[in-house]
């Protein structure tokens, strides 16, 4: 018997199982995949290392930062800031055509750019940065609001609301079209006011701290074990019902799954209730080049572009992908403290993420499946090359991954990064001791994953 049986090792259930750990709860967290991560994690191909999903960690306060997310995580879980060895971004920008606005880790460079492309929506935009202050993330009250007809309240240059939207949505939002304010707040906060970091090792150094320090603890991680059911009985659950057949019992279950994919697990009713799964997947393509692209002119962490002044962000319906517009981020430009060499990413990366149709790339046979991965790349590359420097010419090595291979890392349904539009903020379902965290729960991100995991632990299975 077990005190909690966690579904998923991402960053949220292995931060959940680190927090219980520490309270000498007997913990199990298991994977259906044969690696750790979910959507947060790595590969190697042909020699080299990648990540599955980081571009950045955002939330990033800097060392000996008393307040904020990353604080409190670290808090929570008890490491050290040099355990997560982040180095902060070089500079970040949102180009649409014919206005470009740089930012940082800091929110007075956004402030400075607004003021001098849209000088009259200065005032404007204070206003949503005092709201944005104020705002609970826990509370429901205002969650589910409009951010566009919001934004409108105060700003009234239809351009600038669009480009506000452009990062957040990309790096937070499963909402086609429009974004919950609560979401946009959070986003905000964590892109805007806290800003963008990364370890030189990438997304392999948190996963090893944090699985190193679930284990030392006592938790056990089972690899390639997924859940076939979760058992409930007279409005609890007793525990699950793995693939094999095997049967485990616990006091209580947390699922990191996604609401809809955990509702699906219970084996006494429908539990699914007209929730719809995320619609929002990509395609990401990777070059690998014989130069830093800082070399060939481009200094940006992150840019995120769209090539007319409508921000497009819906699933595509009559394409694989939809190019208009997409994220640039190279791993190179941030700014690592190492003058040693051997100590820096050894290639120049570039990383061009696309909106893709889930139902279309699955489908594929599997030769098609290969040549659309190659066809896609070319299409992304091209559409990229019109916001940086062209470094066609220098790619040396190249990988794409598809919404398929997402959906493979995470079992999300429709391979949804984000998980479903409609979020369960306060974790609980209505079977007694089941509750959800990570994606579903409303917090994305490295940072929001952990912050999740650690508050349903903290919240619901150490209170008794």
């Known amino acids: 018997m077990y005190d909690t049986i966690i579904i998923g090792a991402g960053m ?114 204070q206003a949503i940065v005092d709201r944005i202050v104020d705002y609970d993330d826990l509370s429901p009250e205002d969650y589910e609001l409009s951010a566009r007809e919001l934004l409108a309240e105060h700003i009234t240059e239809p351009l600038l609301i669009e480009m506000l939207l452009c990062p957040l949505m990309w790096y937070g939002n499963a909402r086609e079209d429009d974004m919950d304010f609560g979401q946009f707040c959070i986003m905000f906060r964590s892109i805007f006011m806290e800003g963008f970091a990364r370890p030189l090792a990438g997304v392999r150094l948190i996963l090893k701290n944090l699985v190193r320090r679930y284990r030392e603890l006592g938790g056990e991680l089972r690899l390639r074990t997924g859940v076939d059911q979760i ?28 609401w809809v994919e955990t509702m699906r697990m219970c084996d006494d009713i429908d539990r699914v209730n007209g929730r719809q799964a995320g619609q929002l997947s990509f395609v990401e393509s990777i070059s690998v080049l014989d130069k830093k692209p800082s070399e060939l002119g481009y200094d940006r962490t992150i840019l995120f572009y769209n090539d007319s002044e409508k921000f497009h962000w819906h699933r595509p319906k009559d394409e694989l992908c939809d190019v208009r517009t997409g994220v640039i981020c190279s791993p190179n430009n941030f700014l690592y403290e190492s003058d040693d060499e051997s100590q820096k990413l050894p290639d120049g990366i570039i990383r061009i993420t696309t909106i893709a149709d889930f139902e279309g790339w699955e489908n594929l046979p599997e030769e098609q499946y290969r040549l659309e991965k190659l066809k896609w790349y070319d299409r992304a590359i091209a559409s990229a090359v019109r916001f940086v420097p062209d470094f066609r010419g220098h790619v040396v090595d190249t990988d794409t991954f598809t919404p398929a291979t997402i959906r493979r890392f995470t079992w999300h349904d429709n391979g949804a990064v984000y998980g479903a539009p409609l979020k369960q903020l306060d974790g609980t379902t209505d079977i007694e001791n089941l509750y959800v965290c990570g994606t579903d729960q409303g917090f994305v991100g490295i940072i929001g994953s952990i912050i999740s995991g650690i508050s349903i632990a903290n919240q619901y299975c150490l209170r008794s």
Request: with cysteine; proline share 4%; aromatic share 10%.
């Open 12 to 125: 949220s259930g292995i931060a959940a199982g680190i927090r219980l750990a520490y309270y000498d709860q007997k913990v199990c967290i298991l994977e259906r995949h044969y690696t750790i991560g979910g959507l947060n994690s790595f590969y190697r191909l042909r020699g080299r290392s990648y990540d599955v999903g980081l571009h950045a960690v955002t939330n990033f306060t800097p060392k000996g930062t008393k307040k904020g997310p990353f604080a409190r995580l670290l808090r929570q879980l008890r490491f050290r800031w040099e355990d997560f060895a982040l180095s902060p971004q070089i500079g970040s920008t949102i180009a649409f055509p014919g206005v470009k606005l740089d930012f940082g880790n800091d929110l007075e460079l956004l402030l400075s750019e607004i003021r001098a492309s849209f000088p009259n929506q200065v005032d404007g935009f």
């Open 231 to 258: 058992h409930v009985q007279d409005g609890r659950t007793t525990g699950v019902i793995l693939d094999d057949g095997t049967e485990l019992e616990a006091k209580r279950v947390i699922s990191s799954a996604g």
